[in-house]
């Protein structure tokens, strides 16, 4: 019998063994963990290698406004794009269709059509922080330029899953769990995810034989929901440990310029949130229809 068809109580009952048991299972791992770090030859492991990923003297310190900026663009698109991607995958029959008015064959959902136009402004902003990434030198931040950003990393877990958490200015530079993790999620998922976007989508070339050997339609629609939760499981996690280690200083390293103790970031980052809510409250057919009639032909499915 499955959990949905349980009598309520049940269900109840089981939720909160559920809960406890993970919450349980939590304890026993940051226990065995703090046990692990108070041994004698992991103390010296945390002492010679406190987590902090190294980089070169004098590069990639402080946040720029064009890094601020690309992050807050970054997050907003993301939203919309996952937004628009859970409703494709839940439309049985979508609310409109588009279809291009050069290519007549190109024709899609106008949902479909939404989630494409927000990647591309995705894509143009991921760009655009990669080329000044490299154009400043500010990519030492995020590309590990020594090996030893594997124990600094291992060492941060420790550290991070006893608690016992890593003190460390985002300002100055990541410790390498960070920079092991940024440089996966802009190097790795997010190339992952345009590449099987696009094989999946009304742009490539159907009867390109050569590209479909190389990336089988099936492979692509395998990879892009697991890469979706990839990007999910990285922001609550990314989020969760930016407010839980020093937020204000955090928040102000991102969203306010400067590697200080105050309000002024949180308050930009209650903006940037705002902007968010908008986005998603505005994202739907009755203002997206008439963006995309620009672009193409839309027809509207009568509403009953
Ligand atoms: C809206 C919620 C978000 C907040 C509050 C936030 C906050 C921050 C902060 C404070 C830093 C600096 C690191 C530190 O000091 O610990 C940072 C860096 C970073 N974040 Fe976020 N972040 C958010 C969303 C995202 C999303 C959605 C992504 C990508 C999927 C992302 C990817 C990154 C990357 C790659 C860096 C390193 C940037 C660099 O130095 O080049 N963040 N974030």
Known sequence: ?????????????????????????????????????????VEAFLAAYPGTAPMPEGMGVGIPAWLSWTHFLNGFFLLLIIRSGIRIRGEKTP?????????????????????????????????????LLFATGAWVRVIPTSWDVFPHALSALIQYTSLDWPTHSGWTGYNGL???????????????????????SAFWPR???????????????????????????????HVGLVLATDALRNLNTMYGGQDAVNWTGFWIFVLSLLAMAAGWIAARDRLIAPIAQRFGDVRMRPTR
Do not use: C
């Open 1 to 41: 019998m499955t959990l949905a068809r349980l009598p309520m109580p049940l269900r109840v009952v089981y939720g909160l063994f559920g809960a406890a048991t993970l919450a349980l299972g939590a304890f026993v791992v940051v226990f065995l963990t703090r046990w692990i770090a108070s041994l004698e030859p």
């Open 95 to 131: 609310s409109g269709l588009w279809t291009s008015r050069r290519v007549k064959k190109r024709r899609m959902s106008l949902t479909m059509w939404f989630h494409i136009m927000i990647d591309l402004l995705w894509i143009a902003n991921g760009l655009l922080y990669v080329v």
């Open 207 to 237: 009867d390109a034989e050569r590209l479909n050997r190389a990336i089988p339609f099936d492979l692509a629609k395998a990879l892009h929901f697991p890469v979706m939760l990839f990007f999910v499981g990285f922001v609550i996690v």
């Open 178 to 200: 960070q920079q092991l993790f940024y440089f996966a999620i802009v190097f790795v998922a997010s190339p992952l995810a345009i590449v099987t976007g696009l094989r999946l």
